[in-house]
């Protein structure tokens, strides 16, 4: 069964049928008639739009598996995909739960908990309180001593939310206490803790995948520095600006750090690089990432399939030594979303669909003419891939894809024309750019590309 929805779940489902798995789609009311509920072999309509009454209702998921004899539950990304209470019931009603041990989830979903994992398997941290600091007042004071500009993150945070960067020691304890109670309001648990915070880092992620018999290896780095709001628009990987060793070393070091945990399946190790190439943990996402397209462009190996089988109790087919990198690849998300009006959804219906094609590019969506976007959930209508032997020739491929990527509806833009903007900058030619680079862009209009 495939606990998601949009094009991730369209996505699992096309794996699963190519290993002779049949499949159950779960769907909300605004979601029926969707691409995955036309595929799927069975159907399960689980409760209306909001994700709280049907995606991320657990008793709804799981009598959904009931109802069709579903032996496993691949939960995408977002929704219940991190979510420890889940996995703990799908183990106790018998269903495999595809993705890492609740134990674990639960371990490194906990971001004190994750930074004291990290610590005792010797990868670098940031400075930073190791644990949650839950005293205003003792948070300023270490602020204080480790140095401004610090961040204040949720533990329970993710997904870009939860966190505030503080520049100026007299904003600190205002700043603090709003942190935790947004923390407190949208996860559940005001516990917060305090890091340094590098202006001129880059985001740089270790795909990994671990089986059940203790083996892990990794799949190369992504650069995921172009964000908005914290949230990742362009992905590639190599990472530019890192070396083939420097890549080797931390991506063994990521390794070594999920398999101290006991981690089980894909998952993805975050981390800020900065201007020496030194690299400092930030978080552990326990289950397939957004971008995991350009690392299976890169490798030639399919993650979902991997996860299928590591959750059917089969060791790793390859060894570090066997898997092998090729080329460049890059993704762009194309969000149903107003780059002139700082990002703002645009929901609607979809009059007309136009996607990329030709030779090396990848589309990963759910979408066709007649979509209608749900204000409910997530904005991403789209995911372009492209692949080249060079980084300048995958990224002249981009580019004329998203020229070619045309959805258009009554009210709805995309960020497809501002991605092309992007990809323009001089510094992201160069692979110069940090997490900054939309924040330096906003200080000038669009430079006429149309959105």
């Known amino acids: 069964m495939i606990a998601n ?67 496993a539950i691949h939960p995408g990304y977002g929704f219940l995909s991190e979510n420890p209470d889940f996995a703990e019931v799908c183990a106790a009603e018998g269903i495999t739960f595809v993705g890492p041990p609740p134990e674990v989830m639960e371990r490194l979903g906990d971001k004190a908990s994750a930074r004291a994992a990290m610590v005792a398997a010797g990868f670098p941290l ?37 966190m505030a960067v503080v520049r100026d020691p007299r904003e600190f304890t205002e700043t603090y206490r709003r942190t935790r109670a947004g923390a407190a309001a949208v996860f559940g648990d005001g516990r917060v803790y305090v890091e340094r915070y590098l202006d001129s880092a880059r985001h740089v992620e270790i795909q990994v995948l671990c089986d059940t018999h203790g083996n892990g290896v990794h799949l190369g780095a992504r650069d995921c520095s172009v964000q908005r709001r914290h949230q990742k628009l362009v992905e590639e990987t190599p990472a530019p600006g890192l070396s083939d060793d420097a890549q080797r070393e931390i991506g063994e070091s990521a390794v070594r750090a999920v398999l101290s ?35 299976e462009m890169v490798t030639g190996i399919d993650l979902v399939a991997e996860q299928l089988r590591v959750a059917m109790g089969e060791p790793l087919r390859f060894t570090q030594d066997g898997i092998r990198f090729h080329g ?27 996607l990329p094609g030709g030779p090396f590019v990848r589309v990963d969506t759910h979408v066709a ?42 009210r709805i833009a995309t960020t497809a024309g501002f991605l092309r903007e992007v990809l323009a900058e001089p510094d992201f030619r160069a692979g110069r750019h940090d997490t900054g680079l939309l924040d330096r862009m906003k200080d000038r209009p669009l430079g006429g590309v149309a959105v």
């Open 5 to 71: 929805r949009g094009e991730i779940a369209l996505r699992v489902l096309r794996t699963c049928r190519e290993m002779g798995l049949r499949t159950v789609a779960v769907y909300s009311q605004v979601d029926d008639g969707s691409a995955v509920v036309g595929e799927a072999d069975e159907t399960v309509r689980i409760g209306p739009g909001p994700a709280r009454r049907s995606y991320n209702h657990i008793p709804a998921v799981i009598e959904a598996a009931r109802m069709t004899g579903a032996d």
């Open 126 to 162: 940031l400075p930073g309180s190791t644990d949650a600091i839950d005293d205003p007042d003792a948070a300023k004071s270490f602020a204080d001593e480790i140095g401004y500009p610090i961040i204040i993150k949720a533990v329970a945070g993710g997904g870009g939310r939860g």
């Open 328 to 354: 460049v690849a890059v993704e762009c998300r194309i969000n149903a979303e107003d780059p002139v009006k700082d990002f703002a959804p645009t929901p609607g219906l979809l009059e007309s669909v136009e």
């Open 261 to 295: 945990v006991g981690y089980v399946g894909a998952g993805t190790v975050e981390m800020l690089v900065d201007t020496a190439c030194a690299h400092y943990f930030m978080e552990v996402n326990c289950r397939l990432q957004v971008e995991h397209p350009v690392t």
């Open 369 to 410: 003419a007649g979509s209608r976007i749900p204000s409910e959930y997530d904005s991403l209508l789209a995911k372009v891939i492209t692949w080249a032997p060079d980084r300048d020739a995958a990224l002249r491929r981009m580019d004329r894809a998203l020229a070619e990527t045309r959805l258009r509806g009554e």
